[in-house]
T-cell receptor
Framework: KQEVTQIPAALSVPEGENLVLNCSFT??????LQWFRQDPGKGLTSLLLIQSSQREQTSGRLNASLDKSSGRSTLYIAASQPGDSATYLCAVRPRNTGKLIFGQGTTLQVKP | DAMVIQNPRYQVTQFGKPVTLSCSQTLNHNVMYWYQQKSSQAPKLLFH???????NEADTPDNFQSRRPNTSFCFLDIRSPGLGDAAMYLC????????????FGPGTRLTVL
């Protein structure tokens, strides 16, 4: 059974810092992995999607990596800003299924 | 802009009173999903439609039903809401292609009194 874990559960950093959020999954047989952002009381915004054949994806100040063999993904945020404060969720799509399995998220606070 | 729309954004119902949540999409995606997210927890898939084919998760309570009358609309019916059903309900869509990225709506926050 696929399980997704995100550590730490919460993170507080000063503005301007570069930071890394971690995601691990137990079964490497995945189709893809998505990183989402969720603001309080809101829906999910897709940030990056990495296919199982890819190693990383970049969008602006965000860079996501995938190491399928070790069951790990990281989301790197460069030059963090207060507007980056949100909960970040990673989700894997196992092979042969359309469903996403989510981690519980990392709640990020960037202090001015 | 193509998007996933959920109505209402906030829904209050009474214990045991049936309630329907609505999702519509302009993306013309053939797959639509309903997730339940309780406070500080990960979203949990309830069921999904692949075109008209309904796929229920094994642990989704019978109290939860869904309808998809056409490609654009999908409804979540909760027949007899209990206090434990209070949650954020998220609708998502995807297209069956090589990428299969899921796009989420803003969610409906359900309160059960």
């Amino acid at each position: 059974k696929q399980e997704v874990t995100q550590i730490p559960a919460a993170l507080s950093v000063p503005e301007g810092e570069n930071l890394v959020l971690n995601c691990s999954f137990t079964d490497s047989a995945i189709y893809n992995l998505q990183w989402f952002r969720q603001d309080p009381g809101k829906g999910l915004t897709s940030l990056l999607l990495i296919q199982s054949s890819q190693r990383e994806q970049t969008s602006g100040r965000l860079n996501a990596s995938l190491d399928k063999s070790s069951g790990r993904s990281t989301l790197y945020i460069a030059a963090s800003q207060p507007g980056d404060s949100a909960t970040y969720l990673c989700a894997v799509r196992p092979r042969n299924t359309g469903k996403l399995i989510f981690g519980q998220g990392t709640t990020l606070q960037v202090k001015p | 802009d193509a998007m996933v729309i959920q109505n209402p954004r906030y829904q209050v119902t009474q214990f045991g009173k049936p309630v329907t949540l609505s999702c519509s999409q302009t993306l013309n995606h053939n797959v639509m999903y309903w997730y339940q997210q309780k406070s500080s927890q990960a979203p949990k898939l309830l069921f999904h439609y692949y075109d008209k084919d309904f796929n229920n998760e094994a642990d989704t309570p019978d109290n939860f039903q869904s309808r998809r009358p056409n490609t654009s609309f999908c409804f979540l019916d909760i027949r007899s809401p209990g206090l434990g059903d209070a949650a954020m309900y998220l609708c998502a869509t995807s297209r069956v292609d090589q990428v299969n990225e899921q796009f989420f709506g803003p969610g409906t926050r359900l309160t059960v009194l």
